[in-house]
């Protein structure tokens, strides 16, 4: 089979398809290069007249609202990750698609999870044709292996809403599921049996699809107030028994790292905030909702008290952690884009200060500003950071795509972004040669802190300057990894991929970062 | 044909191997390899072994192995565990490299606050140990290993003396009772071990044998450095001992007490107050004090009680302690933190400190502070004080200077 693409070298040094499931692409060119030309896609424009009057858009069940808004062969279905594990939606979607004998659907989550593995099946029997969205887990293995038709398409966060306004991704009906609603369509997710906090990553599917459903569990009579998604978007509303497993959606309390490693190295990064001078009145941060980066939060904290320093605003995914850092009177804000736990669902629902954002105002590139470049620090995860501070976050060492890029590259736009890893995990190295994927930029990335040594991009001689004096062990990235070297025996070697490009990887403003290559 | 297996592969088992060694008459080497580093690592894996079956002579043999990520030197023990299961009666040892790193020294009299337990047959947690700051690491060789992989755990702590950097922290093992203390030796002494930590001591014979076996040694592989005891007392007998356990040997540099093995033998459970234990804790004391060892007291085994730690290193350190251990690198800071004196106490020893070197420089015999005459034991304390606010930060190595 004659492929539809031909492979050049981008301006990171990496080949990049140029063309994707049929469409032209754009190779990066370097951070801050590319300017988008043109205006930004717009769905269809409606008539209040062919709305009922009465503001009731509820239909029978998700079948008929699926048959209304016309699906059929060769759509693009999107659905939100707010759910997470515990969703039962996008399951659904393609079980009554099957049911109606429709094929080569795109499906374009914002990411998928495991508790989504059985749309593989859909994929083997051709009702879904490809998967556009961070795919994690057994989905990404059935990509990674080459069994997906189409090309896997990864984006950010941030990124996926600039291809929905770009125009670059087209979504011809959006399925959002609401933990509340009303008839109209305005939907929120502070209340209701399957209560998330938010629905910020459905929010440029409202916008720019030329269909929009709401499902809910919690049909409320109008108005629902707050509405985090407007009823103005929005076509029909389906209520169904269940839209998720809560069990699986937050969890009732969010664990912190048992492991002593991982604790050293969280202490390491807030004390690095605060000795390079990062911590002071009216700063902001973000630290994820991992292990290690919600360690690195309490002992922030514990520091800021110690030192009597408040923040400004903190970012989320918001924890219990960063609701008692709130509570406290520690930050006065928390600008949310998910909650991963119950004491963030009430936070935001209770608390004026815990403010609901998207990837719009906080990710979107291609715009007038995004949040995540007002950051005084983010705290992020890797799988890999080469010594030219290069990261990868999406694939293994040994080439097997398993994770989504999440906020990972909206965020490294921060004023300092650190990485706190192990410096190789049981015998696989963390800091290599080279990247196996590039995901992240290394001039992007400034500090990476190991249990072993912490080293900072030579690039930034700003943080070399204001570490001076401090105890903290720094290191250069070469002896780092010179160090994993010695302890694992030698550099990995390469994995054998594959010709077959199974999946492109985005930049934040829409170029080809770099390729997967399917695993041999 | 007979299987030699070392190391593990249930559920679980991460940074470890299994190895099967089923020899034949014929037909090579044939190795069937599952790892999860297999792309990166498989061909390193592949070469451990051939070297290890090589080395042993083994020129026919089906290999079978499952790695969950294990660094070579734990995959080289495993080969020789498996090698040796099958052959008990072979000595060739297949030694890593030993690296520059492992070969720095100790002192009798040096610090001794916290000493980090890390099980023998588990690579995992000893490869970060030294990261966490402790005083010592002790690899576990007795309690933390089941019977019947001693002779694995004796293997991997050998191995591992030879690879790990502690980052400074001493070198200590804990060997086993009896009879399987003196392999224990054989296989460990060599290897640059610090202290030796010989479990439910009840004599000062048991001590004794100890140090001759590792004299023994020492003589044989011409081994320079010494290698010092701490005895633990962990009975009512060792108790009642502690004095002829402490002054049995030269080599015995500190003195300590195992509380969950003592509460058991006097026929009670240790309780937070520790009324229970309170005499065998002050015979421990004074009878290191009375030999000149250092006294350590037992390990806090509540890990996530980090308020319930600090309290109890306060109470050791007034009963007289030095010392104590721990079971988790995160009690290693609070340890330290409780075990540095207080300001007034540090400025106080300064004083004498500084009284105590003019003294010396006019030749004086004796030491006074305004008016007041120090008495040489309040003297002999201040330095030891001056030398605990140092190693813990809370006075300048060079506060001399400062005066």
């Not at chain 2, 962990?234 to 003195?255: F, H, R």
């Not at chain 2, 290191?288 to 730690?309: K, W, Y």
């Not at chain 2, 015999?365 to 190693?391: E, Q």
Request: glycine share 10%; aromatic share 6%; charged share 25%.
């Amino acid at each position: 089979m004659k492929r539809e693409y031909e492979l050049v070298e981008n301006a990171a040094g990496r080949q990049v398809p140029t063309v994707v499931n049929g469409k032209k692409q754009v190779p990066y060119k370097g951070v801050g290069k590319h300017r988008p030309e043109g205006n930004k896609a717009a769905p269809p424009i409606a008539s209040s007249a062919d709305y009922p009057a009465d503001g009731n858009k509820v239909v029978k069940d998700l079948r008929a609202a699926l048959e209304a808004a016309g699906l059929r062969d060769g759509m693009t279905i999107s659905t939100h990750h707010h759910l997470r594990n515990g969703d039962f939606i996008a399951n659904a979607i393609f079980d009554i698609a099957a049911e109606m004998g429709v094929k080569d659907l795109m499906w374009f989550p914002s990411a998928s999870f495991p508790c989504q593995a059985q749309n593989i099946a859909h994929m083997d029997n051709g009702v879904i044709h490809h998967i556009e969205g961070s795919m994690n887990g057994p989905l990404g293995r059935y990509c990674s292996e080459g069994k997906m038709r189409g090309m896997g398409v990864l984006r950010s966060h941030g990124g996926r809403y600039q291809a929905v306004q770009d125009g670059e991704v087209h979504i011809d009906i959006a399925v959002i599921a609401a933990p509340t609603a009303d008839p109209f369509g305005n939907a929120n997710a502070l209340t209701g049996p399957s209560a998330c906090g938010l629905l910020g990553f459905a929010l440029a599917d409202s916008q720019y699809a030329d269909k929009v459903i709401v499902v809910t569990d919690n049909l409320i009579p109008f108005p629902c107030i707050p509405w985090q998604i407007q009823g103005n978007y929005v076509d029909y509303v389906v209520e169904v028994d269940r839209i998720g497993d809560p069990a699986k959606i937050v969890s009732g309390t969010t664990q912190i790292t048992r492991s002593p490693d991982r604790q050293l190295i969280a202490e390491l990064t807030a004390r690095f905030v605060r000795d390079a001078g990062i911590m002071k009145e009216g700063f902001s941060f973000q630290a994820g909702a991992g292990g290690t980066a919600l360690a690195f939060a309490i002992y922030l904290k514990e520091m800021m008290k110690e030192a009597g320093v408040k923040a400004r605003f903190v970012r989320g995914g918001s924890t219990q952690y960063l609701v008692e850092m709130l509570e406290e009177g520690l930050t006065e804000y928390i600008l949310d884009g998910q909650t991963f736990d119950l004491e963030g669902v009430r936070s935001m629902g209770e608390n004026p200060g815990h403010v609901w954002t998207s990837p719009f105002t906080s990710y979107n590139y291609n715009g007038k500003g995004f949040f995540g470049t007002m950051l005084d620090a983010v705290v992020l995860g890797a799988t890999e950071v080469d010594v030219n501070f290069n990261a990868n976050v999406v694939t293994h060492s040994d080439g097997l795509l398993l994770h989504g890029i999440g906020g990972w590259q909206n965020c490294l736009f921060s004023k300092c972004t650190i990485l706190p890893i192990p410096a190789f995990r049981d015998r696989i190295p963390v800091l290599v040669d080279e990247v196996t994927t590039l995901v992240g930029p290394g001039e992007l990335i400034d500090v990476i802190i190991t249990e072993r040594g912490i080293a900072i991009n030579p690039a930034r001689q700003d943080l070399l300057d204001a570490i001076k004096g401090s105890d903290l062990p720094i290191r250069s990235i070469q002896d780092l990894k010179a160090d994993v070297e010695k302890i694992v025996g030698g550099p990995p070697a390469r994995p054998s991929l594959g010709e077959k490009v199974v999946a492109a990887i985005k930049w934040v403003d829409g170029t080809v970062i770099d390729s997967v290559r399917q695993v041999a | 044909m007979p299987k030699g297996i070392g190391g593990r592969r249930d559920e679980g088992v991460r940074s470890d191997c299994y190895i099967a060694v089923e020899p034949g008459d014929s037909g090579g080497i044939d190795i069937a390899m599952k790892s999860k580093v297999e792309a990166m690592y498989g061909a390193s894996i592949i070469d451990i072994v051939k070297r290890g079956l090589e080395l042993y002579g083994i020129e026919n043999a089906a290999v079978e192995v499952e790695d969950q990520g294990a660094l070579p030197f734990t995959i080289m023990a495993r080969l020789e565990t498996a090698v040796k299961r099958l052959n008990p009666s072979e000595t060739r040892e297949f030694l890593p490299e030993m690296q520059p790193e492992c070969l720095y020294g100790t002192e009798r009299g040096r610090m001794r606050r916290s000493r980090l337990y890390l099980p023998g047959n588990e690579t995992r947690f000893m490869i970060n140990a030294g990261l966490h700051g402790p005083d010592g690491v002790i690899l576990d060789l007795e309690d933390s290993v089941h019977p019947s992989e001693k002779d694995a755990a004796r293997i991997l702590v050998r191995n591992a003396l030879r690879q790990i950097d502690f980052f400074g922290a001493e070198r200590m093992v804990r060997i086993n009772q009896g009879e399987l203390a003196f392999r224990d030796l054989e296989s460990i002494v060599p290897h640059n071990v610090h202290i030796v930590l010989i479990p439910k001591c009840e004599t000062g014979d048991q001590v004794r044998a100890i140090d001759e076996k590792i004299q023994a040694i020492r003589k044989e592989h011409r081994i320079e450095n010494e290698v010092f005891l701490m005895p633990i007392v962990e009975s009512s007998l060792g108790a009642i001992n502690a004095y002829d356990i402490a002054s049995a040997s030269p080599n015995n540099v500190a003195l300590t007490i195992g509380l969950e093995d003592y509460t058991a033998d006097i026929g009670t459970r240790r309780t937070p107050e520790g009324r229970e234990s309170f005499w065998a804790r002050t015979a421990v004391v004074n009878a290191a004090r009375g030999a000149g060892l250092q006294p350590i007291d037992t390990v806090f085994s509540d890990v996530s009680d980090t308020e319930g730690l600090r309290k109890s290193v306060l109470e050791a350190k007034s009963l007289g302690f030095d010392g104590k251990g721990c079971i988790h690198p995160r009690q290693i800071k609070i340890i330290h933190e409780a075990f540095a004196p207080e300001e007034a106490e540090v400025e106080r020893a300064r004083r004498i400190v500084l009284a105590f070197e003019e003294a010396e420089k006019k030749g004086l015999g004796v030491v006074s502070l305004g008016s007041k005459m120090i008495d040489p034991p309040v003297v002999k304390r201040a330095l030891h004080t001056v030398d605990m606010a140092v190693a813990t930060g809370v006075l300048n190595a060079d506060w001399r200077d400062s005066e």
